[in-house]
């Protein structure tokens, strides 16, 4: 049997008030202690993410020259870098073969990395040796496979070699616009379809295995699971693996420069290198930053687009 409980006296009722009141004050108090761990954080992102991104967008509306930029007056002039670069024919060649390059690298780099990634659901043997050569592409740098790939469309590399082995004329790889532009979405392909690989592989590791089982229990062949069970639980992964597929394809630069320097005669101009050109050669780093911007919101209406697309 519990033993009675004292009755509440006043003395007892102050000592509540005051212990509640104590409470609620050091509740009160804000506590610094959690947002010093991100302090570090938060300077490197406006130190060197958010800065440069800000001091770029000003650069674009104003008359950023050599002699203005030494000279550290760079007047502002509106609209007038944007008008510039919306005017100029070369910008919209660059642009064409921007979501070119972009769409027919994103479409091979995720369909081979979904196929390669239904391929190793299965066991085999030397299965993680051939997983580890699958990732070469991916950690190689892009300076070492741009000039591998400029080799071997080389007018006596290889590629041209085994067209000759069986008959064909060999092709000005890089020497033809018509030719050029699809040797350099090969080299993307190939750098870029490890990096959908890997993330499709974990995110089909993730699915229970027991859905398959009990879909294989009611006759749904393969390609039924596949289309029914791996394409729709498979969905948040794909728009990550698309929305970072379409960022880093609008961006590319260095392996493009590389194999053609954006010609011949701008057939593989993108805009990355466009704006390289203008601000480095042409040595204008307002109109450059206009078309810097300019691919940012590339990006943002092409992921948005993604977006609507798979919401249907």
């Given at each position: 049997m519990s033993a009675p409980t004292k009755p509440p006296t006043e003395k007892n009722a102050k000592v509540a008030v005051a212990e509640l009141s104590a409470t609620k004050r050091r509740k009160a108090r804000f506590d610094y202690s959690p947002y010093l761990f991100i302090l570090p954080f938060l300077i490197f992102c406006l130190a060197l993410l958010l800065y440069p991104v800000i001091y770029s967008l000003t650069l674009s509306f104003r008359d950023a020259t050599v002699e203005t930029f030494v000279s550290g007056e760079m007047p502002f002039n509106g609209l007038t870098q944007y008008q510039a670069a919306l005017g100029d024919p070369v910008f919209w060649r660059a642009l064409i073969n921007t979501v070119l390059f972009a769409f027919f690298s994103i479409l091979f780099q995720f369909t081979i990395g979904f196929l390669l990634a239904l391929f190793f659901q299965a066991d085999f043997p030397l299965k993680n040796f051939c997983l580890a050569l699958l990732l070469i592409p991916w950690v190689s740098p892009v300076l070492t496979a741009a000039n591998i790939f400029k080799g071997l469309f080389n007018e006596i590399g290889p590629v041209n070699q085994i067209f000759n082995s069986i008959g064909l004329h060999p092709l000005p790889w890089l020497a033809d616009p018509a030719y050029a532009f699809p040797a350099t979405i090969v080299a993307?392909?190939?750098?870029?379809?490890?990096?959908?690989?890997?993330?499709?592989?974990?995110?089909?590791?993730?699915?229970?295995?027991?859905?398959y089982e009990a879909a294989r229990i009611d006759g749904a062949r393969f390609w039924k699971r596949v289309a029914y069970i791996t394409l729709p639980?498979?969905?948040?992964?794909?728009?990550?693996?698309?929305?970072?597929?379409?960022?880093?394809?609008?961006?590319?630069?260095?392996?493009v420069f590389i194999m053609t320097g954006g010609g011949p005669a701008n057939g593989t101009q993108l805009l990355s290198t466009y704006a390289y050109q203008v601000g480095f050669s042409v040595l204008n780093f307002g109109e450059a930053a206009a078309i810097a911007t300019l691919m940012v919101v590339l990006v943002l209406l092409l992921n948005l687009m993604q977006l609507l697309l798979q919401r249907k």
């Open positions: 993307n392909i190939w750098i870029g379809f490890p990096f959908n690989f890997i993330l499709l592989y974990a995110g089909m590791r993730s699915i229970p295995i027991e859905v639980m498979l969905k948040p992964v794909s728009v990550a693996v698309l929305t970072l597929g379409t960022i880093y394809t609008v961006k590319v630069f260095d392996l």
